[in-house]
């Protein structure tokens, strides 16, 4: 993609793709959600969640699969505050870049 993801919508993207699962996600399947959007690597992903994680929007637990723990991620009362935030602003957003571009002569 020639556009680049701020950490904005990198955060809302996050959040969404988290919150599409109830009880949480882990990391590798929120990469995989994330990469349906934007191309992402398992490296950028980490350190976003872990930010989200200190501003109290997601919140871990650990689980055990075959022996071995996994991290989930969920979303918090104020992760999903905050989601609703960049769902409202991303709406209007995309409807004025999609208005400027409709109106482009090609």
Do not use: H
Request: charged share 25%; hydrophobic share 40%; aromatic share 10%.
């Amino acid at each position: 993609m020639v556009f680049n993801t701020g950490a904005a919508l990198l955060d809302a993207i996050v959040l969404a793709a988290v919150s599409m699962e109830e009880n949480g996600t882990y990391g590798y399947k929120i990469t995989q959600d994330v990469r349906k959007a934007i191309d992402i690597s398992e490296s950028t992903l980490y350190p976003v969640l872990r930010r989200l994680q200190k501003e109290q929007c997601l919140e871990t637990y650990d689980l055990a699969i075959d022996g071995r723990n996994r991290r989930y991620y969920r979303l918090t009362e104020t992760g999903r505050l905050q989601l609703a935030l960049y769902k409202g602003e991303w709406a209007a957003y995309s409807r004025n870049i999609s208005r400027i571009f409709e109106e482009a002569k090609v």
